[in-house]
């Protein structure tokens, strides 16, 4: 059984950082991992995908700010925020699916396995 659980959001100033992980569970070698985010009215979208190998892609809106890394011996993805922008508020999720699996990394769909979320919230 996958399970995917996320910590580490919460309340932050524009300009500030924080930490997400997802701890996994049940899938991690093998596979692709992502962070998505959907905001208050507005549809999920992509935030940074890493392979199995260990490389990374980014949305346009956040590369430069953002880095996703995985630990394969501790199974946990973590997206470390910089810079944080107001418009960065969002509740932020895990998803992984199977390396062999098809689909844009941006792609929500393509991935069958999510966590519950955690949120965070940008104040200016």
């Known amino acids: 059984q996958v399970r995917l659980v996320e910590s580490g959001g919460g309340p932050v100033q524009a300009g500030g950082s924080l930490t997400l992980s997802c701890a996994a569970s049940g899938l991690f070698y093998g596979s692709r991992m992502g962070w998505f985010r959907q905001a208050a009215g507005k549809e999920r979208e992509a935030v940074a995908s890493?392979?199995?190998?260990?490389?990374?892609v980014y949305a346009d809106s956040v590369k430069g700010r953002f880095t996703i890394s995985r630990d394969n011996a501790k199974r946990t993805l973590t997206l470390q925020m910089d810079s944080l922008k107001p418009e960065d508020t969002a509740m932020y999720y895990c998803?992984?699916?199977?390396?062999?699996?098809?689909?844009?990394?941006?792609?929500?769909?393509?991935?069958?396995?999510w966590g519950q979320g955690t949120q965070v919230t940008v104040s200016s």
């Open positions: 998803a992984a699916r199977w390396s062999g699996v098809s689909g844009a990394w941006y792609s929500d769909v393509s991935y069958p396995y």
């Open positions: 890493i392979d199995s190998a260990g490389r990374t």
